[in-house]
T-cell receptor, first 113, second 114 residues
Framework: GENVEQHPSTLSVQEGDSAVIKCTYS??????FPWYKQELGKGPQLIID?????GEKKDQRIAVTLNKTAKHFSLHITETQPEDSAVYFC????????????FGQGTELSVKP | GAGVSQSPSNKVTEKGKDVELRCDPI?????LYWYRQSLGQGLEFLIY????????KSGLPSDRFSAERTGGSVSTLTIQRTQQEDSAVYLC????????????FGDGTRLSIL
């Protein structure tokens, strides 16, 4: 089955700097890769996603890149702000097989003012 | 607009008791997913519904766990004879359809087994 590895487990940056979180997946049949932000006591919130036929997607300060050959994808946050502090999860799924998400282990991002 | 609603938000029960967790998906969403989040195991898939059918139950950890969905809407996850290792946050997500991809999560039920 699918396995998703996420690094780093913790990341501390200064406000205004960029943050990058990386994930690798094992199943070449996976075709959908969302990123979630989770704040304490809340459920995961979808922040950006990418399909396997796209190499890059950007939404304001957030971007995701996908390398299908290498089976890895990354989240890039630019001009970080203290409110970006949270736990971020990557996930992979095959939406032709029901779409269950297989999650990475999470990255705790801390943005210092 | 209403998001995914889960109840109760917190549940404390004694080992051996049965518990029921409820999920109200976003109106019109035909696909519904249950996940479990624990410190040791991270976020793990439990079961998926398309309408009232469950094509994928592969994540249910044991036969003490069951789930149903009625009217293509509300879903209930039942855990019988609870054990301490069942302590976790149980999360529900819904999507317009499996092929629509984007899953939206509720805030979960935090289950504590004493």
């Amino acid at each position: 089955g699918e396995n998703v590895e996420q690094h780093p487990s913790t990341l501390s940056v200064q406000e205004g700097d960029s943050a990058v979180i990386k994930c690798t997946y094992s199943d070449s049949a996976s075709n959908y890769f969302p990123w979630y932000k989770q704040e304490l006591g809340k459920g995961p919130q979808l922040i950006i996603d990418i399909r396997s036929n796209v190499g890059e997607k950007k939404d304001q300060r957030i971007a995701v890149t996908l390398n299908k050959t290498a089976k890895h994808f990354s989240l890039h946050i630019t001009e970080t702000q203290p409110e970006d502090s949270a736990v971020y999860f990557c996930a992979a799924s095959n939406y032709n097989q029901g779409g269950k998400l297989i999650f990475g282990q999470g990255t705790e991002l801390s943005v210092k003012p | 607009g209403a998001g995914v609603s889960q109840s109760p938000s917190n549940k404390v029960t004694e080992k051996g008791k049965d518990v029921e967790l409820r999920c109200d998906p976003i109106s019109g969403h035909t696909a519904l997913y249950w996940y479990r989040q624990s410190l040791g195991q991270g976020l793990e898939f439990l079961i998926y519904f398309q309408g009232n059918s469950a094509p994928d139950k592969s994540g249910l950890p044991s036969d003490r766990f069951s789930a149903e969905r009625t009217g293509g809407s509300v879903s209930t996850l039942t855990i019988q004879r609870t054990q301490q290792e069942d302590s976790a946050v149980y999360l529900c997500a819904s999507s317009l359809s499996p092929s629509s991809r984007a899953q939206h999560f509720g805030d979960g039920t935090r289950l504590s087994i004493l």
